[in-house]
Nanobody
Framework: QVHLVESGGGVVQAGGSLRLSCSAS????????MNWYRQPPGKQRELVAS???????NYPDSVKDRFTISRDNVRNRLFLQMNSLKPEDTAIYYC?????????WGRGTQVTVSG
C-alpha cells in the first residue's frame, strides 16, 4: 500500500524559506518519478515540481529559480526547498506518485506566506 506523508509546512513572511519533506512507503521509491503539487485557496491543484528517478527536475515558470526539488533514495524521502516565498505561494502542498496507473497523494501540508 502506497503511503505518502508530507511535513514541513508553516507560516512564513514573504521573502522567507521553507523546506518540505515527503516520506514514502509501499513503493520501490528509487525507480519512480515524484512530484510536488499545490492547491491555493479556491483554485485547482497545480504541479510545482517534478523529479525523475535519475534526479532530473522540472518546474513551471511561477516557481523556477525559487523552488528546488530533491530526493533521498536511501531514506525514501522527497524534498522541496522553497526560497523567496511570495504570498501567492500560499497553498496546501502535496506529494504525488503514479504507481501502476493510479495517482497517490499524501494529506498535504499547509504553507502560508504573509505579505
Amino acid at each position: 500500500q502506497v503511503h505518502l506523508v508530507e511535513s514541513g509546512g508553516g507560516v512564513v513572511q514573504a521573502g522567507g524559506s521553507l523546506r518540505l519533506s515527503c516520506s514514502a512507503s509501499g513503493i520501490n521509491f528509487r525507480i519512480y518519478p515524484m512530484n510536488w503539487y499545490r492547491q491555493p485557496p479556491g483554485k485547482q491543484r497545480e504541479l510545482v515540481a517534478s523529479i525523475t528517478s535519475g534526479g532530473s527536475s522540472n518546474y513551471p515558470d511561477s516557481v523556477k529559480d525559487r523552488f528546488t526539488i530533491s530526493r533521498d533514495n536511501v531514506r525514501n524521502r522527497l524534498f522541496l526547498q522553497m526560497n523567496s516565498l511570495k504570498p501567492e505561494d500560499t497553498a496546501i502542498y502535496y506529494c504525488n506518485v503514479r504507481h501502476r496507473g493510479d495517482g497517490f497523494w499524501g494529506r498535504g501540508t499547509q504553507v502560508t506566506v504573509s505579505g
